[in-house]
C-alpha cells in the first residue's frame, strides 16, 4: 500500500472516529414516539443534516453551506432540490392519496401506517437525502439506480455511526419487509432492473407502487449490508472539492 493511500484511509478513520465521538450526544436515535408535528420535524433534521455534514468534513473537508430544510407535504414527498439548494420533507399526515397507499402497505394498519412514514421519511431519509446534497456538491457521475443505491448505503453508514441506531434500522427494515408484500416487483422480464429504473424513472417516480417497490428493496438491501457500509469511504468516493453546489 502506497503511503499516501495509508494517510488517506487513517485520517477517514481519525475522521469517523471523531465524528462519532462527538455526535453521539446529540441523540440521533430518537424515538418513533415522538409527536409529529412540523416545527419538530423539522429541528430533528436540521439536526440530523448537521450531523451528516461534521462527519462528511471530518473526511472531506469544507462541505459547503448546509441544505435549507423545508417541511411540506408535496405529491414528490422527499427531495434534495439543486436548484433551491433545499431538502423538503413531508409530514404526518400527508395528502389523503399518500395516505390510503400507507394504509394498504399495513394492511389498513392506521398506527403502523404512520409509524413506517415518519420512521421513513422524517428519520431514515433524511439522511438519504443529505447523500444526495454531497452527491450534488462532488459532481457524482451516477445514473439514477446507482444514485439511488449510494444515497441509501450513505444513509445506513451514517446511521451506523451511532450504535444506538441499530435498533432502529433493523425496526425500519421489519416494517418495509411488510409493505413490500403488498407490492409487486414492476420490472418487466425482458429488462434488468437498472436499465429499466434508469429509463422509465420519470414516470416510477410518478407511481407510488412501483417507485416504493424499488426504493424498499433499495433500502432494505442498505441495512443487510450495513457492516460492509463505511461512511468514510461512501462520502470520499463522491468525489467532493469542498464547495458549495449550484444554486
Known amino acids: ?50 450531523a451528516y455534514a461534521l462527519a462528511a468534513s471530518t473526511v472531506v473537508g469544507d462541505v459547503g453551506a448546509l441544505p435549507e430544510v423545508v417541511v411540506e407535504n408535496t405529491p414528490h414527498l422527499a427531495y434534495f432540490s439543486r436548484r433551491t439548494h433545499r431538502i423538503v420533507i413531508p409530514y404526518w399526515p400527508p395528502q389523503e392519496s399518500t395516505v390510503a397507499f400507507f394504509l394498504t402497505l399495513t394492511a389498513g394498519d392506521e398506527a403502523r401506517a404512520r409509524e413506517l412514514f415518519t420512521e421513513l421519511f422524517d428519520w431514515f431519509l433524511v439522511a438519504h437525502e443529505s447523500t444526495h ?6 459532481g457524482a457521475a451516477l445514473d439514477y439506480y446507482h444514485a439511488e443505491v449510494s444515497a441509501n448505503d450513505g444513509a445506513v453508514a451514517f446511521f451506523g455511526l451511532f450504535p444506538e441506531s441499530e435498533e432502529r434500522l433493523l425496526r425500519l427494515d421489519a416494517l418495509l419487509a411488510g409493505a413490500l408484500e403488498q407490492l409487486a416487483d414492476p420490472t418487466p422480464s ?53 464547495t458549495n453546489a449550484e444554486p
Open 190 to 242: 425482458s429488462l434488468d432492473p437498472v436499465t429499466y429504473f434508469n429509463a422509465f424513472y420519470p414516470s416510477l417516480t410518478g407511481d407510488p407502487y412501483r417507485y416504493g417497490y424499488y426504493q424498499f428493496r433499495f433500502i432494505r438491501d442498505s441495512i443487510a449490508r450495513r457492516h460492509e457500509l463505511t461512511f468514510a469511504e461512501i462520502v470520499a468516493a463522491l468525489g467532493m472539492p469542498g
Open 133 to 138: 446534497w454531497l452527491q450534488a456538491v462532488g
Open 1 to 50: 500500500m502506497e503511503r499516501g493511500e495509508r494517510q488517506t484511509k487513517s485520517r477517514a478513520r481519525r475522521g469517523v472516529w471523531i465524528a462519532l465521538c462527538g455526535l453521539g450526544v446529540l441523540g440521533l436515535a430518537q424515538s418513533a414516539d415522538t409527536a409529529v408535528d412540523p416545527a419538530t420535524v423539522r429541528a430533528d433534521a436540521e439536526q440530523t443534516i448537521r
